[in-house]
């Protein structure tokens, strides 16, 4: 019997980690379903596969988010999913070029901690404005989950803290699903022509390549670090961009989004439970069959989700991913470059401007010390 209920508390740890990073995927998901076309089917299903596939390579739970960047750009003209996909695929192929020659890893080299934890910081604050604005849109219900989130957390701790909000979330959706119809969209495989690759490449690629290569490769392997220790022991400069890389290219071709791993998903999904790939597992073949058997109607059951509780669990995100710049909190250069990259990461709205801004302040830093100290000798 106690065998039994320590597999079902594992279980219900395994659930709420799970469903950690939602409150990324689903907004980002709905619009780019509704303002570029993209087909819900394709696009949840791509998501679960990549889910499910990096979870067995990296036997850890690993986020899958749509590329932020190049949504934003996409969502904001209007672009159609056909030159998002091309853009996604040119994306994937820049990431297996820059891993197979070990360009990823030399590249990785040149960020400090400094500039990795200003990284994580200002994303973290980029995450906790973005939740404000969700919450906002549905006040009460984020008061609620709040009380419930803070006292699962810092009450009654053995209570996974994702359970009774997801419980709370899937009532309240039940109400706001108009239609349920069976089955998928129908998929429609493509090459993208070249007009569509260059257009994919200039206006979208250009603008992610170095937030994706900052955030979604060196972030994520730092953090990973942090968060699993020896179980990251597959999260590389490599591993990490072939995995983006090899995913793109199949999304972009089944017509899906473009996606990465975040670590502010990785944060998110173990923060909320997530200590193995069992919960990969669980929210990848969930998206699986949100996409076979709902494909219809998955804008509708993803959008009756509240936006207050996506807002609380963003929330919670954010604040968890700025703390881990307390580990540089005595060395005061340190403080100094991570708070000029997050301070322009967020401010400007543009974590490339910010770390770039961040690499180069390292880099003027460390000449002037080094300058000082021929000077005394």
Same mark, same amino acid.
């Not at 419930?148 to 994702?162: G, Q, T, Y």
């Given at each position: 019997m106690r065998v039994f209920s320590g597999k079902v508390k594992h279980f219900m740890w395994d659930l709420s980690g799970a469903f950690g990073d939602i409150g990324v995927l689903f907004p980002i998901a709905i619009a780019l379903i509704v303002k570029n076309g993209f087909n819900p089917t394709a696009l949840f299903l791509m998501a679960g596969l990549f889910y499910v596939a990096s979870a067995?390579?990296?036997?850890?739970?690993?986020?899958?988010q749509p590329l932020k960047a190049m949504s934003a750009i996409a969502i904001?003209?209007?672009?159609?999913?056909?030159v998002m996909a091309a853009g996604g695929i040119a994306m994937g192929i820049i990431l297996l070029v820059i891993a197979f020659t070990g360009l990823s890893v030399k590249l990785g080299g040149i960020f400090p901690a400094s500039?990795?934890?200003g990284i994580q910081l200002g994303l973290g604050m980029m995450l906790v404005k973005t939740s404000l604005n969700l919450m906002t849109d549905d006040i009460l219900i984020a008061a609620i989950v709040?009380?419930?989130?803070?006292?699962?957390?810092? %009450?009654?701790?053995?209570? @996974?803290?994702? &359970?009774p909000v997801l419980i709370l979330g899937i009532v309240l959706s039940l109400k706001g699903i108009k239609t349920v119809s069976i089955g998928p969209v129908p998929l429609t495989p493509d090459m993208p022509g070249l007009d569509n690759l260059w257009v994919g490449l200039t206006l979208l690629v250009l603008p992610q390549i170095a937030l994706t290569f900052g955030n979604a490769i060196v972030a994520t392997e730092a953090t990973g670090r942090i968060l699993y220790s020896e179980r990251a022991k597959r999260l590389n400069l490599k591993s990490i961009p072939l995995s983006i890389g090899i995913a793109n290219i199949i999304s972009g071709v089944m017509g899906g989004a473009p996606m990465?791993?975040?670590c502010?998903?990785?944060?998110?999904?173990?923060?909320f439970g997530a200590t193995s790939e069992k919960s990969g597992y669980i929210i990848g073949f969930t998206l699986i069959a949100l996409a076979i058997l709902f494909g219809?109607?998955?804008?509708? %059951?993803?959008?009756?989700? @509240?936006?207050? &509780?996506?807002?609380?669990?963003?929330?919670?995100?954010?604040?968890q991913h700025s703390l881990f710049i307390k580990d540089i909190l005595k060395d005061r250069t340190a403080i100094l470059i991570a708070s000029a990259t997050a301070g322009l990461g967020f401010l400007l709205n543009n974590l490339t401007i910010g770390f770039l801004a961040g690499i180069v302040i390292h880099h003027v830093l460390t000449g002037f010390a080094k300058t000082l100290n021929v000077l005394k000798n």
């Open positions: 067995y390579y990296f036997k850890i739970t690993m986020p899958v904001a003209t209007g672009l159609s999913s056909e500039v990795i934890r709040g009380i419930i989130l803070i006292a699962c957390v810092f %009450v009654i701790k053995r209570i @996974p803290p994702l &359970i990465c791993h975040g502010g998903g990785l944060t998110a999904h173990c923060k219809h109607s998955a804008l509708s %059951v993803v959008s009756a989700f @509240p936006k207050g &509780i996506m807002g609380v669990l963003l929330f919670y995100v954010g604040v």
